[in-house]
């Protein structure tokens, strides 16, 4: 069984992740951490404390709410997602959520269940990576408990994703929004799986997706996944839609999904190309994902969506 903890940014994609790795075999989940980011933080924490109740297996969890702030903030409009998807009758239907908020915002509680886990944790995360920062800045010696951090985050060919004025067009959002958070991490000594544009530009959001899976809501939880990516189209991004986070967080588990190969590289952190992650000799050693085979890809994710159960029908019966 392997340690795990999940630090989101709560837009629909991180909250389709949420559920499919409570369905993930093998995987004991720590803990959960929301920032507002891709998101308003309220929303976010609320939608994963009811996807929990719903689909968490019995799981005993709490999820914390970030009180990082961004270095440039993502645009309005993306953000109110998940408002919607908080609202959405499946996650309400049994009122109030039962899966408590942590005590603590979420860069303590990442630093403190991961100190106290039984053994090495794995970290998934897919937004900025600035809780991860805090508490490294907090207990440097944290890296040695984290066997690896999986980021969806970057890119290493120079075409980003952030259009914004006084930007050179080279940066991956959750890398800009807060690039010295980037940085720290970069700096750290702490095993990094890098899943940037590169490779989640290989699993776009199409409609003959969306159609398979409005084929199979019959299932509860392709049921909320189709309701949540219905939230979410190319013209409001402006960019085409991928499965960045579930892509990621589909790795953490299953790496035999992609391919990969290790490269030296470094952040920027100031300038106009601020939050670019870059190859270079001199930089560190990290594991980059370049491919993806996305026919298991897409067979996996159906496999995970079809166990998930909802709890409220155990209780029932």
């Not at 979410?232 to 579930?246: G, I, K, P, Q, R």
């Amino acid at each position: 069984m392997r340690n795990v903890y999940f630090n989101h940014d709560g837009n629909v994609d991180d909250l389709v992740s949420l559920l499919l790795l409570l369905q993930m075999p093998n995987v004991h989940l720590l803990g959960v951490g929301a920032v507002g980011a891709d998101s308003y933080v309220e929303p976010a924490v609320s939608a994963s404390r009811k996807i929990i109740d719903l689909f968490g297996k019995q799981k005993s969890l709490a999820v914390a709410k970030s009180d990082s702030r961004p270095v440039h903030q993502f645009p309005k409009e993306w953000r109110l997602s998940a408002f919607s998807f908080d609202d959405f009758p499946i996650l309400n239907e049994h009122g109030a959520p039962r899966t408590p908020e942590a005590d603590e915002p979420a860069h303590l509680d990442l630093l403190n269940k991961v100190q106290s886990a039984d053994g090495p944790v794995t970290l998934v995360m897919t937004g900025p990576l600035t809780d991860l920062a805090r508490a490294l800045e907090l207990e440097p010696k944290l890296a040695d408990r984290i066997e690896r951090l999986y980021w969806m985050g970057g890119t290493m060919n120079n075409q980003g994703n952030v259009a914004e004025p006084e930007q050179d067009g080279t940066v991956e959002w959750n890398a800009y929004w807060d690039p010295e958070a980037v940085k720290t991490v970069w700096d750290s000594t702490i095993d990094i799986v890098m899943v940037g544009l590169e490779s989640t530009d290989q699993v776009p959001l199409t409609p003959e997706l969306r159609q398979h899976w409005a084929s199979l809501r019959h299932y509860p939880a392709f049921d909320l996944i189709g309701q949540g990516y219905s939230l979410v189209h190319s013209f409001e991004a402006n960019s085409t839609y991928y499965l960045w986070d579930v892509l990621t967080t589909m790795v953490s588990r299953y790496p035999e999904l992609v391919t990969s190969k290790l490269v030296h590289s470094d952040v920027l952190t100031q300038g106009p190309g601020a939050g670019r992650t870059y190859l270079t000799e001199d930089g560190r050693p990290i594991t980059l994902v370049t491919g993806v085979k996305g026919n298991a890809f897409f067979k996996q994710i159906d496999e995970l969506a079809m166990q998930a159960t909802s709890n409220f029908e155990t209780e029932t019966k």
